[in-house]
């Protein structure tokens, strides 16, 4: 069995949790140009892959260019099982990242006679306490029970690889800027799209960059990536609708800023 992923996170928990195989799809195609395919050489989101990983020396050019390599070898590596006819299992959860990741390999594997199956992450649970968790993606869930959710796993007949294909391929047409997912489905935005709840934790004072964005992400349920959300606030910067305190070059997620 191939264990599909969207994301490192993921992809640690599943080897954690003792399920090897896996195959990584790092692609955020939830952001930028996806109107053309991902290639070895320069293609629009080789560019944003890069921009993204070297920001704020995540990485340097030579270890981004491994992790792109790698990413590469798995669409290869995703090829194989589909023609050998073996099992493949997809772990989604509501990520724009994650559900751009699975119509991106249904339209890729749309016809492929491999059996293709979904394991969907839980909204919500409710503990023994009745208490109830909510869920964001699979990195938030314990990597022990990870194995338990894999015998929930869903088959995907051709008519519904069929149909999240179709809807990849609308997408890619639209080729906006920026996917969300809205009431379970992915759908084109603007870049503006998250900005009302990021300004809805615009400090009274002032505040890192940093504290901006995990307040954003934690109090406003946005399950985009931060790097992206830090982009809107070098636009709110650009356009005075938040101020530099004090900036910390080279680290701006440190820098403080005001509203």
């Known amino acids: 069995m191939l264990e599909i992923c969207y994301g490192s ?15 990584n799809l790092n692609f955020d ?7 053309m395919p991902i290639t070895e050489g320069d293609c629009p989101q080789r560019q944003l892959f890069f921009q993204v990983l070297t920001d704020e020396g995540r990485c340097g050019p030579e270890k981004a260019e491994k992790i792109w390599q790698k990413s590469l070898s798995v669409l290869r590596k995703l090829n194989l099982p589909a023609g050998e006819g073996k099992p493949m299992r997809i772990w989604v959860d509501e990520t724009p990242m994650a559900a751009c ?9 749309w016809d492929s006679t491999a059996p293709l199956m979904v394991v969907r992450c839980p909204k919500t649970e409710i503990r023994p306490d009745r208490v109830v968790i909510e869920y964001r993606g699979w990195g ?33 047409a639209e080729n906006s800027p920026l996917r969300a997912v809205e009431r379970g489905e992915v759908v084109s935005v603007s870049t503006d799209y998250y900005d009302d709840r990021l300004r809805r934790e615009f400090p009274q004072t002032t505040c890192t960059v940093a504290e901006l964005i995990g307040s954003a992400i934690g109090k406003q349920n946005i399950c ?8 809107r606030v070098r636009a709110f910067l650009s356009t005075g609708e938040l101020n530099m305190v004090e900036e910390n070059k ?10």
């Open 224 to 231: 985009t990536g931060d790097w992206f959300l830090a982009q």
């Open 101 to 109: 990741g699975l119509l991106f390999t249904a339209n890729l594997l």
């Open 140 to 172: 938030e869930m314990a990597p022990r029970r990870l194995p338990g959710f894999a015998q929930t796993a869903v088959p995907l007949d051709r008519a519904e690889r069929q149909a999240l294909a179709h809807r990849w391929q609308t997408l890619m």
């Open 29 to 35: 195609l939830s952001l930028g140009d996806i109107s």
């Open 250 to 259: 080279g680290r701006f997620y440190s820098s403080v800023i005001s509203r």
């Open 9 to 23: 996170a993921v992809e640690g928990s599943l080897k954690v949790a003792g399920l090897r195989n896996t195959a």
